[in-house]
């Protein structure tokens, strides 16, 4: 029998109520592109029925299974996606083509799982899982075995058709890309930000990049290491659109005319500033970090707010909780580590002092960046911002 279909599950979107339609006709859609990115040409189409999401294949999808379950592991909202035969809404057909489906298969106990969505079916989901399940037993001479069995067979019923499976895949969770509005997302080039990014993509929101550099004094590294960075995170239905802001020149304003410890807290509230004007005018609803509380000496809570002052949209930091090894633990799961730590100059470790200031005060950092001529040193970055796309998967 052809695996012609793919049944895609959710799980949150289902708590929507009347919005749940909103989410599924999103995640649909989401399922749509990712497809088209990873398998152009492997499905037919993805179509909603009654409360699930149906993939249907075509003959090229038998050499693209990979890719496209690749594509749907990586596809937020998704719970969990089946690869299925169709039968039909009758019992004796089911207890047939479940015996042809399983028949091949290596076990040596088994049970059937029926979810019944199609009330009209004369029989409910227990009366189906005994008929088909002794029908099975006897068949195969197997046991069936309600606990931990050696093979399941899953038997679906919704909108007057019939599918069967054997396993389910388990999807990333969350909720689909762009429910949740936009969120430029500051990338370093880092461990961190790249694991913020993909926290806030699961939790609904497209994200656009900014990346602050101090090109000339610092390489191209960390300019090539964020667009590989983004084409990685393209999989997870990620925006490929970074603002490469020059920050060289700031930084050495901030050098010549403040107090040494303030300086990375200066550097900080001024990437905060430039950042939300690119956030802005790119119509996104927030800013994201990748900071850790007390991972490093700008992260405490003092100097967090004192940077997030100046910010008039809000600060999501969605790694706070994390430590280092659950935040090394998530990038090496999602492929962005090895890129990660690959070598290159960070623009915040350039004119770092050697005893930076761990508990700022909010007065002082407003008293001394009296001393710097604000608006023109944001105005002149956002001037000399570049705005770069990547590709998927961009290893530059």
Known sequence: MRLKYIICHYNEIGLKGDNRHYFEKLLAENIRQALTRESPGGFESVKIVSGRILVILNRKSEKQIRKIESALKNTFGLAYFSLAVESL???EQLKTDAWEFIGNKKFSTFRVTTQRSDKNFPLNSMEINAEIGAYLA???GK????NNPGLNCF????NGQAFIYTKKIKGPGGLPVGASGRTAVLLSGGIDSPVAA???LKRGCSVIFIHFHSKPFTSNESVEKVKALAGELKKFNAGGKI?????ADAQKEVVYRTPEKLRVVLYRRLMLRIAEKIARRERCLALATGDSLGQVASQTLENMAAVEAVSGLPVLRPLVGFDKEEIIEVAKRIGTYDISIRPH?????RFIPKHPETKADLKQVET???KLDLSSMIENALENTETVRVSPFDSA
Do not use: G, H, S
């Open 89 to 91: 809404p009758a019992i």
């Open 345 to 349: 100059d960070d623009c915040c470790v």
């Open 368 to 370: 001394a960046e009296e």
């Open 198 to 200: 993909y926290r806030v």
């Open 143 to 146: 046991k069936v075995k309600l």
């Open 243 to 247: 603002f490469m802001v020059p920050f």
């Open 155 to 158: 038997v679906e019923l919704a």
């Open 138 to 140: 006897q068949k195969t």
